[in-house]
């Protein structure tokens, strides 16, 4: 089975005693004029780099202390396989805390509502660090020349609920709930983007030692040889709220697993049949979605005009659409999008036609190790 990674990391504590370092790359002082009053000072946030371009933000206003970035990806040279836990990741980070003098983040033991104005639903908060956003990886191999297929056919379908596909022109990239404050999730071909970062260094005319070049070539064929796509969800703050999942330490990693789902689901239900000439209606009996051959020779019926151009929002009253639409859904077709010829796979599966399977680590390959990764020298810059 295949194991997800941190990608992503935002996380915060407040110090309520106060009296902490400005740590930003400047300051904003602020008076209210009326009372002459001093208000909290403003801080935006300071880039640090690390080695091989890495880059993490740090910001602290005196109370609240935040780092935002990517632990897995800091001062190494890749990312395709990172750190499976949180503890590795704050590590990275308490790191970075202790070289500007700022305390280290802790897990949290107690949760209590804190005050809050009236009429306003009151806030549960810890005595801890909390996490406002997270990013869980994880690679597939799905065969040499077959991302774009792959990536291509996943569009054709929503995930969750109702959150649709945006598929990007060039066919290696695939967004679901790209604006939402819940959750985006996000399919590409891993070699196109190390393609991609590589000819980002050359344009800036960054010097690549040459060890470095042939380990991230070496990277690429890999990932081209088994055709790799990473699957990628950002869990943002509103879901993490909801969920209770902000709470660093009193969360265990298999307590995000549940909301990292969708894809895996929807893998599953275009799995479809062993034939690929197998018609719709024998598809639908096939896998017990009807019971008759009259309601799947129907439903067959409403998939061929969709197939047309028909719109069958405007043809079916909402009970009969929604009804079609679940027994097609559940052999990977989705009549509730517009039918595209290029992104409709409907004899894509999971196990024959294109093979899904998890990506093994090469013998070659630098894993992440904290403590090496804590200790290597790295410059700030504004």
């Not at 990608?7 to 370092?21: A, E, S, T, V």
């Not at 799947?296 to 079916?316: E, H, I, K, P």
């Not at 992104?343 to 190790?369: A, F, G, H, M, N």
């Amino acid at each position: 089975m295949n194991q997800f990674f941190i990608d992503r990391l935002f996380i915060q504590q407040d110090h309520l005693q106060g009296g902490l370092p400005l740590v930003g790359r400047h300051v904003i002082e602020r008076i209210d004029l009326e009372t002459g009053e001093r208000m909290p000072p403003s801080v935006n946030q300071k880039i640090i780099e690390g080695s091989f371009s890495t880059k993490l933000t740090i910001r602290c206003d005196g109370t609240r202390v935040r780092v935002e970035g990517n632990p897995s990806r800091w001062q190494r040279m890749d990312n395709l396989f990172g750190l499976t836990t949180l503890d590795e990741c704050i590590d990275v980070y308490n790191h970075i805390l202790l070289k500007h003098g700022l305390p280290p983040f802790t897990k949290n033991t107690r949760m209590y509502h804190r005050q809050t104005p009236e009429g306003k639903p009151s806030q549960l908060v810890g005595n801890g660090a909390e996490i406002t956003g997270i990013d869980w990886t994880v690679n597939h191999k799905v065969g040499k020349g077959n991302e774009q297929s792959f990536i291509r056919g996943m569009s054709s379908m929503q995930i969750g609920r109702g959150r649709k596909p945006k598929l990007y022109p060039d066919g290696n990239t695939c967004n679901w709930g790209e604006s939402s404050t819940w959750n985006m999730t996000k399919l590409y071909n891993k070699a196109i983007e190390l393609k991609r970062h590589l000819k980002k260094d050359e344009r800036k005319k960054d010097i690549i030692q040459p060890e470095r070049l042939t380990y991230i070539n070496s990277l690429i064929e890999y990932c081209e040889k088994h055709g790799v796509v990473r699957e990628e969800h950002s869990l943002r703050q509103s879901l993490l709220k909801r969920y209770n999942l902000q709470f660093y330490g009193a969360v265990a990693e298999k307590d995000f697993m549940p909301h990292l789902k969708e894809i895996d689901n929807a893998m599953n239900t275009i799995h479809i049949s062993h034939d690929e000439h197998q018609s719709i209606a024998d598809q639908l009996i096939a896998n017990s979605v009807v019971k008759s051959r009259q309601a799947a020779n129907a439903t067959q019926c409403y998939a061929l005009l969709w197939q047309q151009g028909t719109d069958l929002r405007s043809t079916l009253s909402n009970s009969q659409f929604y009804e079609h639409k679940s027994r097609l859904k559940k052999i990977g077709i989705d009549i509730g999008q517009q039918f595209d010829v290029s992104r409709i796979c409907p004899t894509l599966k999971r196990s024959e036609v294109i093979e899904v399977s998890p990506l093994s680590v090469p013998d070659w390959y630098q894993l992440p190790v904290v403590a090496q990764s804590n200790i290597l020298p790295f410059k700030a810059y504004a």
